[in-house]
């Protein structure tokens, strides 16, 4: 089993900036994806970004639409931890957001639902 635990999240101004962090423990890998998923009240949950390690210093990362330009993943495979960093914060963005991983390498599609899931964290923006 993999357990994810995520942090960072807090109330941030429209136009500022938050950064998540994300630390996984159990039975993890560092070939495995991880990435970050929303979920605002009403709404279902929705992919926000992913990120794969392909070896060396080589990180494939894939974006929602609606975040590029704004939010950028990252990940230190040595701490066994993912982050994620919101700038230019919109009101849309405040959600609870959720700490994923994949059994698969690598994530190329929004589509592709992970495998396992973190308690998440909540972001709260204000206009």
């Known amino acids: 089993q993999v357990q994810l635990v995520e942090s960072g999240g807090g109330l941030a101004q429209a136009g500022g900036s938050l950064r998540l962090s994300c630390a996984a423990s159990?039975?993890?890998?560092?070939?495995?994806?991880m990435g970050w998923f929303r979920q605002a009240p009403g709404k279902e949950r929705e992919f926000v970004a992913a990120?794969?390690?392909?070896?060396?210093?080589?990180?494939?990362?894939l974006y929602a639409e609606s975040v590029k330009g704004r939010f950028t993943i990252s990940r230190d495979n040595a701490k066994n931890s993912v982050y994620l960093q919101l700038n230019s914060l919109k009101p849309e963005d405040a959600a609870v957001y959720y700490c994923?991983?994949?059994?698969?390498?690598?994530?190329?599609?929004?589509?592709?639902?992970?495998?396992?899931w973190g308690q998440g964290t909540q972001v709260t923006v204000s206009s």
């Open positions: 990120i794969s390690w392909s070896g060396g210093n080589t990180f494939y990362a």
């Open positions: 994923a991983a994949y059994r698969s390498t690598v994530v190329f599609t929004i589509t592709h639902l992970p495998d396992y």
């Open positions: 159990g039975r993890t890998f560092t070939s495995n994806a």
